[in-house]
């Protein structure tokens, strides 16, 4: 068994868990307030600063970014919109050679640097300790954590590396944003090499109670690490409390202002709701409605309602429990047999862990026996696809589908979400059945909101969703719209950005209570 680094990760004092100090809840509830006078600083960059991003998947611009654009390359694109820079992560590759390969190239204004990692950092550092441990513990699943020290080990070897390779091209000037629960240790890796940079970190993903991240094995190597950045980024209030109550009850940290003294330094903890391209979706949705597949797809339908879920192959996703709501309202709603078809599109991912190829099984088999039990000879409720389709035909297919079934059991943020009202026609939309787990559903309020385990309650809503009056449903998406396009995904990346690079003062995000 690999042995773990020896010393002490993080110095902070440790004490007794306590109360909370005045950093207050209910300031992360509820909507944000993104008001044209709210104090957003505007980028004072040195000419020689480049924005340097690091993540652990990289996406080099090619004939077919258009394609696929995932939500992390469209968030990183926009925070080079203005900027030159350094994207930087792996490859995506697995190598058995010894000497492991760094790439570079450059497009426009950006340099992208990958490296591929061994065999045995993907198995420890990726498949293990990222997507065994913290993925489950960070969406609440403590019971699917499969943890083990070689992992840890792997994970904190791996982002050494990362820190070594970037200590060779990071100027004294640079901006660092580091993006997402591979890389937490990077910031401390950075430190520990003299950069005093500005350093940012971002999660996509949610954070728990501190009740659950203490579940973590050694989480006092880990978690307390983050307060080497200079910012740390939560997509809702929620994941931003839970840390700093972490930080009180575990560290005796304590905040004024969002801000946490840690010695001699600040550290910043805001709320960054992720967006999407709201306005070029909609466009793009609005041609896509045409295109040959996308018709062909609503043809099929011969005048049915479609109702339409999209979602990584994860657990996180719920689409075991959507199934068996779907089920339950085809028991309870009679009418509507032979009226509606449910198109789930989920591709497959991270196929070499064992929990995702366990749920693959699963769910082609309930949208096997579900189809055989209510089907017809001329219908077939279900249709279950496992592969990935063009961003464009997403586009094309949310904007034919009546309802837009989003239900994850617990979700960063789920821009499928976002992407439906955005690709809906405003004269007739679709209606949102979105789980109340959803970091989207913050900002989505006029959705249907769920409860995605209970199936009665989910069966409800589509019965609902299906009969609402045309009003109605103009009313909800337009709110919801003027959100989405208020908060999109430049004015996402350049308010973090205008955060981390100015000295610590007061939050730029003001919160309804
Ligand atoms: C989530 C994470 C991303 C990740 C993506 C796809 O959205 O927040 O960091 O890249 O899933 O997962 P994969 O393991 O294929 O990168």
């Not at 970014?65 to 930087?88: C, H, M, P, Q, T």
């Not at 497009?107 to 300790?129: A, M, P, R």
């Not at 449903?473 to 100015?502: C, G, T, Y």
Request: overall charge neutral; aromatic content about 10%.
């Amino acid at each position: 068994m690999a042995a773990l680094p020896k010393g002490p990760v993080w110095n902070v004092r440790f004490r007794e868990p306590g109360a909370v100090d005045n950093f207050p809840q209910t300031m992360f509830h509820g909507r944000i307030d993104l008001s044209p006078d709210q104090a957003v600083v505007e980028l004072g960059e040195s000419p020689l600063a480049q924005l340097v991003i690091v993540s652990n998947r990289v996406a080099i611009p090619d004939k077919t970014a258009k394609l696929r654009a995932g939500g992390l390359e469209v968030a990183v694109n926009a925070a080079f919109k203005n900027r030159s820079g350094i994207w930087f992560g792996w490859s995506g590759k697995v190598t058995t050679r010894t000497k492991i390969a760094t790439r570079e190239v450059v497009h426009d204004k950006v340099t992208y640097i990958t490296l591929d990692l061994s065999k045995e950092d993907h198995q420890e550092y990726y498949n293990g300790f990222a997507n065994r441990v913290l993925w489950p513990i960070l969406h609440y699943r403590i019971d699917l954590a499969e943890f083990s020290r070689r992992d840890l080990s792997g994970y904190l070897r791996v982002n050494d590396h990362f820190a070594r390779e970037l200590h060779n091209v990071l100027g004294p000037e640079d901006i660092v944003w580091v993006h997402d629960y591979h890389l937490m240790p990077l910031a401390k890796a950075l430190r520990e090499r003299g950069h005093k940079n500005r350093i940012g970190f971002f999660l996509h993903i949610p954070c728990p109670p501190p009740e659950m991240l203490t579940a973590l094995p050694h989480h006092e190597r880990l978690i307390p690490s983050l307060c080497e950045y200079d910012l740390i980024g939560f997509q809702t209030g929620d994941d931003a409390f839970n840390f700093s109550r972490y930080l009180t009850r575990e560290c005796g940290l304590h905040s004024h202002d969002f801000n946490f003294m840690v010695g001699e330094r600040t550290v910043r903890v805001d709320v960054f709701p992720v967006g999407i391209e709201t306005a070029a979706f909609a466009r793009l949705a609005e041609g896509s409605e045409r295109l040959p597949f996308a018709q062909k797809v609503l043809k099929s339908l011969a005048g049915r309602a479609l109702i339409i879920g999209v979602d990584r192959l994860d657990y996180s996703k719920g689409i075991a429990h959507r199934l068996a709501a779907f089920e339950r309202f085809l028991h309870t709603h009679r009418d509507w047999r032979g009226k509606v078809t449910y198109l789930q599109i989920a591709p497959e991912s991270r196929t070499e862990i064992p929990e995702y190829a366990e749920i693959a099984q699963g769910i082609g088999a309930a949208a096997g026996r579900i189809n055989g039990a209510y089907g017809e000879a001329d219908w077939t409720p279900i249709r279950y696809v496992s592969h990935a389709y063009s961003r464009a035909t997403l586009a094309g297919l949310y904007r034919g589908a009546r309802v837009g079934l989003v239900t994850p059991l617990r979700d960063g943020m789920n821009l499928v979400a976002k992407e439906y009202v955005a690709a809906q026609n405003p004269y007739d939309p679709g209606v949102l059945i979105l789980s109340r787990f959803a970091g989207a559903a913050n900002e989505c309020k006029e959705a249907l909101l769920v409860n995605p385990y209970d199936s009665d309650s989910v069966a409800a809503a589509i019965g609902e969703a299906l009969a609402m009056p045309l009003p109605e449903r103009r009313a909800r998406h337009k709110a919801m719209f003027e959100v989405l396009s208020r908060n999109d995904i430049q004015s996402w990346a350049d308010r973090f950005l205008s955060v981390l690079q100015r000295e610590p003062a007061r939050s730029t995000l003001l919160y309804q209570i």
